[in-house]
């Protein structure tokens, strides 16, 4: 508005035949009359005025040094009233008790020589407040057996033997060839069709994505063919609205995104010459193999595997419920998004995680040991093991490599004993199954992976906390906490919630052996909301935090130890190491959990302690992007030459010829150049005009 009207009066200038109301200075000119009028008025005094003036002045202020003098009097008096008649009681109480009521446990501390106020001083106004006690104030046992009793009431449901160990061995080997023999068994033992595991020789560049139950992960491999590989990588959280949905597509779509964004971050001149070429239009048909990426997509869920870019999703597991997508194959739902943001980018190779995990711990050993089984523990737990192809009694679809004898397969042991012949359930375990979104299903991952462990952590604190003879997080009074104060639980607390709970916090609480549990307090207070949690609380928390992380592994070590028995391997003199490749956070972060595991595989009659020591458990570090990464090599060591780009250029021709053509970014759009050149003409009259 004011631009325009500026340079309306510009126009306007050189002739002005009209003039606004805006440009008439009267009502300016009248305004500071009246000002200036008034202040002529006020400076020109009469002396009686003056003298009034100044009269009423020195009246005010006497005034109100009366009112001040009277009223500070009044204060001293009643000060002086409330002194003489607490230290006519005792002096050490008197002067502590003035401000801060003693609690009558805590020692009352020796007497302290603070200055005294000397009551006949009318200037004392203010007395310094006695200081606290020096010595530390110490939690008072009162009520903690009744939390001890109840802490272990709760952690013995957890216990898990050795014979316990031990008859979930066999009951896992029985499963494990129920499922070789057989579709739809609790083990789904599915044949993955990846006959050898790498050597450590292959080398290339490849692009992996890694879909968890938590975590997306994009990744760009560089394998350096001598066991050491280069990897840059993002990751970002799945978005919880896209777990559960109608339909898949929004899912796919942020995974593609993401894809894109790591791109423009990390390859930013293969992207951009990619978007210049397509943006050009110009040689459509002139990719190299070098310009598009080959992509192994780790897709961490149970799928029936196809081919080695194709896979059809059998179920969703963690969380995930979109039905939709059951049934189809979920490279092509990828590829389909990848398609529409139009990247240089072919899903090569669908790999479970598992997979990933065991052939990336096999491309970085250098020993003459491979790996046998790759087994992950994050969000969810699965495993897949090298089987000899003479055990798998179930029909193999489709053509593989026979030369190894031997084929990698994926377990899928979450769903170990769904059926229940063995795995024996807390209240707090049946509560998660019944509340969850597939109940009766996955029923060993729901007792062992990160996802269900913080969960039921929260559901048996809850318990313990709604229990009227346990104190946990609430305190009598200030007395029973050791930072004289009382515990408050937040509305907003995790506890309250569903999954509120992360079970990180359980890796910091059986890392805390402070005599203060401090860090794990200070934890408490930080991700659950839980303000001043006691001593005894913490400890509570403490063993019941261990006591289900403790289950986890010992439940873990059924499973590894089930397979290192399937292997054969355990009286074999050559093989002097077992190794297997772990990977997840769980068993990343969470302290002594592999050694947890050891302890339980020493108590498999089949294995001793001779045989555990055998064992070798080492984490693959983003096992299942690099996992990922040697699959997509495998598969272009596959492809007939010419057949990846022939495929390739068929697949971006199509999508080229169907999209409207896009002009060349650094060509110059008429209509623009047209618009400009008027602006210019118009610009230079306007300063003629005002020239003149
Ligand atoms: P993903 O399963 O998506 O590949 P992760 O392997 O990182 O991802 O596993 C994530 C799971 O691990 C989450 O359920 C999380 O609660 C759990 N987790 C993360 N950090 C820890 C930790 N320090 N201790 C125990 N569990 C953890
Ligand atoms: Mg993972």
Sequence with gaps: MLEESGIAAAVRLPGQTKSSPEAQPKPVASSSTAFRTSRNRWSSPSPLRSFLSAAALVLVVALVQLILHDAKLQRLQVLRSHLIHSSSSSSVSSRSSFFFPLHPHFPPGPPIASPVAHFDDPDAVCLNPASFPSTQPTSIPLTTMALADDTKRVVDQFEFTDADVNAHVQEFLKQMNEGLAKDGTSLSQIPTYVTAVPNGTEKGLYLAVDLGGTNFRVCSIMLNGDHTFNLTYNKVAIPKELMVAKTSEELFAFLAKQIELFLREHHADRFESHVHRRHTGSDRRGYTEEQIFRLGFTFSFPVQQLGINKGKLMRWTKGFDIPDTVGKDVCALLQNEIDKLHLPVKVAALVNDTVGTLMARSYTSSGKHRSILGAIFGTGTNGAYIEKVENIKKKIEGEYDTSTGEMVINTEWGSFDNQGNVLHSTPWDKQLDRE???????????????????????????????????????????????????????????????????????????????????????????????????????????????????????????????????????????????????????????????????????????????????????????????GAALIALVAAKMEKPGDFMREMRKDIKRQLDSLPAVADDSRINPAVAIGGVIGLAAIAALWWNKKR
């Design 436 to 626: 969850s979104v597939n109940p009766g299903f996955q029923m060993f991952e729901k007792c062992v992976s990160g996802m269900f462990l913080g969960e039921i952590l929260r559901l048996a604190t809850l318990d313990m906390m709604k229990s009227p003879e346990s104190t946990l997080f609430k305190d009598t009074n200030s007395s029973t906490n050791d930072w004289a104060t009382t515990t408050n639980v937040a509305a907003h607390s995790g506890l309250h919630r569903q999954w509120g709970l992360d079970s990180a916090i359980m890796s910091v609480a059986a890392a805390d052996n402070t005599p203060e549990l401090s860090t794990l307090r200070q934890e408490l207070e930080n991700t659950l909301h839980i303000y001043n949690p006691s001593l005894e609380d913490a400890q509570a928390f403490k063993s019941v935090a261990a006591a289900v992380g403790r289950r986890a592994a010992r439940l873990s070590a059924v499973a590894i130890g089930a397979i290192v028995i399937q292997s054969g391997k355990l009286n074999d003199p050559k093989e002097d190491i077992i190794d297997i490749g772990v990977d997840g956070s769980l068993v990343e972060h969470y302290p002594f959990f592999r050694d947890m595991i050891h302890e339980a595989l020493a108590a498999v009659t089949e294995i001793g302690t001779q045989g555990a020591d055998k064992i070798r458990i080492g984490v693959a570090k983003d096992g299942s992007g690099v």
